[in-house]
């Protein structure tokens, strides 16, 4: 079976009519440099929706009809490329069906190790080497430093806090809902949570950093964004990773319009791209292992069963319902 | 004579009635440290509104019925400092006054040569340094690059332009009327300039930079910043130095909606304040020296005489009536 699109969610919420499954059978030939590949597990990121509305900065196009494109990882099952034998582990731009033809190049070869789909979408795929390279080459963040995440509950923000914790900041996330801030702060690690549905993130940051946001990491844009530009220290660096809520609402959201404020602060506001910093994947995923082995990091991620699931387990990102990756099984 | 600050301009344009004359008597008695100056020249400059306002941001608060204060350049009548002598120029925080009192440990020393009040003022003070400052340490231009700036009429942005072209950039410049884009082109050698009264920035700046804009430095903030957030090429840097969009509007303008534009761009937006870079300001000074003297570069300013304008003066600052540097000559 797959799942493919069927309209664009261009200024709105995603819905579940934006998806049309189907049950064509795979693709019987093979070209020459393409792998077959049965899909065993399926990333949830924020940019699909992007992809699904062919917003402009992002980089793959998408067509009404064609299958939903997403991060993921499978196992060969065919190949005409010299690169990948029959049940090598691939990873890179999937989509929502059992079995994909992709381009042997376009795909990167996975440790088969225990756990290797999880980890390679999350801890040491794009969500965790997003969350690396933004901290360290965009954040640089210093020991002592007050680190801000936004979006702390998710696939990156989670991991944004532990590798801030290990730089020896002070890491403070924000996230919807008491129980994901206890299990941000019992589990994850980190020195204190804003529940931004109950308290007011402006006037808690402020009682909680006094001195300001040395690192400020925002997944969320809007109002977020803006009320905590206003507490920056001075030479802070903003590191804008993602804008859930440009995602969500109709038309643009305004601006921060406590931008300015960098200018009072000397500070600075910066996006990246993870290509960026493709040369130096390998680091990223090296030093993101040793972490793991020395317990230093954890991966915490919802696993959700099924590619039936697919469209209501997508929305559910957007609604914030989440804690740490979300993956969705389709084969073990 | 003086003028006193009688109301705060808090969100809405300056007016004459936030000004009061009086005639009061010069301080007479001079304690340890301080010096009594003949105030020859003022700056205007729009962070005056702010420091008006007490926004927390700026550096020095001000009091209803003191005096306005300003950058100038004075002679030193009477001293009790050490570091100056009747008859020495000096160079800081002045006001709106024939004659000031102030701490010689605020004041700096300026090169008794011709113009010297105006090239302190201008070229070789706060809006050289900031042009200076901000384009070669914050903006880093590279040969070829094409720099937008906006506000280019202005004391800083007409410098901008000219050390852009120094630095083997492409330039446009915005500004407000026929006449100003003319001389922009014509005198101070700017590639192009786009008038925004009366042509669209965002479209022109797509016909004359196809491959986007590499450094961006904004004086204006508002909808021109957002307009041009959308045109930046990859890696670019946005140079936030003022904001008279914000200084006019009552309340805060809206944020720049195009922001995130630097996530897909990997651009970064960085404000500064020109006491970050203290320690250089003799490099930058001499820089600009040596630039003026090849004639590489030239101080447009304008000079109103009388101190008895300066509501009125300052007042064409904010609606860009200015070209170049507007300064206020207090005596000879």
Same mark, same amino acid.
């Given at each position: 079976m797959r799942w493919k699109i069927a309209a664009r969610p261009i200024g709105r919420e995603l819905r579940i009519g934006d998806f049309e499954r189907d049950s064509a059978p795979p693709e019987l030939a093979l070209r020459e440099g393409a792998i077959r590949v049965q899909v065993l597990m399926l990333s949830c990121d924020p940019a699909q929706k992007g992809w699904m509305e062919n917003? /402009?900065?992002?980089a793959a196009p998408t067509e009404i009809g064609g299958v939903m494109p997403a991060g993921g990882v499978g196992r060969v099952l !065919?190949?005409? +490329? /010299? !690169?990948f034998a029959p049940g090598d582990l691939v990873q890179g731009t %999937?989509?929502? #069906?059992?079995e994909m033809v992709v381009e042997a190049s376009a795909m990167r070869r996975v440790r088969d190790e225990p756990d290797a789909p999880r980890l390679a979408l999350g801890l040491l795929g794009s969500s965790g080497l997003t969350a690396y390279f933004g901290l360290a080459?965009? *954040?640089?963040p210093q020991p002592g430093d007050t680190l801000v995440v936004t979006g702390a509950g998710g696939g990156v923000g989670s991991i944004v806090g532990q590798i801030g914790k290990i730089a020896g900041c002070r890491v403070i996330g924000l996230a919807g809902g008491a129980d994901k801030c206890r299990w941000l702060t019992d !589990? %994850? *690690? &980190?020195d204190h949570a804003i529940d931004y549905k109950a308290e007011n993130p402006k006037q808690r940051v402020r009682e909680l950093a006094p001195g300001g946001i040395d690192v400020l990491w925002d997944n969320v844009g809007g109002q977020m964004l803006d009320d905590l530009l206003a507490r920056i220290a001075r030479k802070a660096r903003v590191v804008i990773c993602g804008g859930i809520a440009r995602y969500q609402q109709g038309g643009r959201p305004p601006g921060p +319009? #406590?931008? &300015?404020?960098i200018v009072f602060k000397s500070a600075r506001m910066e996006g990246f791209l993870l290509s960026d910093f493709a040369d130096d994947h390998d680091i990223g995923r090296d030093r993101l292992r040793t972490w793991l082995a020395e317990k230093r990091i954890v991966q915490r991620d919802e696993v959700v069963d099924g590619l039936e699931n697919a469209p209501q387990t997508l929305m559910r990102l957007f609604r914030g319902e989440n804690r740490g990756k979300l993956l969705i099984r389709v084969a073990d």
């Open positions: 917003v /402009a900065g992002y !065919e190949s005409r +490329a /010299a !690169e %999937l989509g929502w #069906s059992d080459r965009i *954040g640089v !589990e %994850l *690690g &980190f +319009a #406590s931008y &300015f404020n």
